[in-house]
Nanobody
């Protein structure tokens, strides 16, 4: 039913910026929280950022706070992640996810649907 498609990944030099997007299909996007997670090779899936249904509440992992900005446009069924001051340790596959409720969660267990992921590689 719900399909999520990430876009915008690629190769970028450390200190530069990159913007990711997540396009959602389905009828529930505007009423659900959304989140970004990432997974580096050999590592578990890590929470990055989350946003409530309206965009009024946002949460960030300590490792990205102050550098990344999560946002959403419910008229377009799209979520975004603006990544600034990128570091080599930000290299990972980034996943878009849709929550099971209207409010933000930091655990993968709080999300019902996942995108296919988009690779972000930061060179130093």
């Amino acid at each position: 039913q719900v399909q999520l498609v990430e876009a915008g990944g690629g190769l970028v030099q450390a200190g530069r910026s990159l913007s990711l997007s997540c396009a959602a299909s389905g009828r529930t996007f505007s009423s659900r929280a959304m989140g970004w997670f990432r997974q580096a090779p050999g590592e578990g899936r890590e929470f990055v950022a989350a946003i409530c249904w309206s965009g009024e509440r946002k949460y960030y992992a300590a490792s990205v706070k102050g550098r990344f900005t999560i946002s959403r446009d419910n008229t377009k069924n799209t979520m975004y992640l603006q990544m600034n001051s990128l570091k080599s340790e930000d290299t990972a596959v980034y996943y878009c996810s849709q929550g099971s409720t209207s409010y933000t969660e930091t655990s993968p267990a709080g999300y019902d649907y996942w995108g296919q992921g988009t690779q972000v590689t930061v060179s130093s």
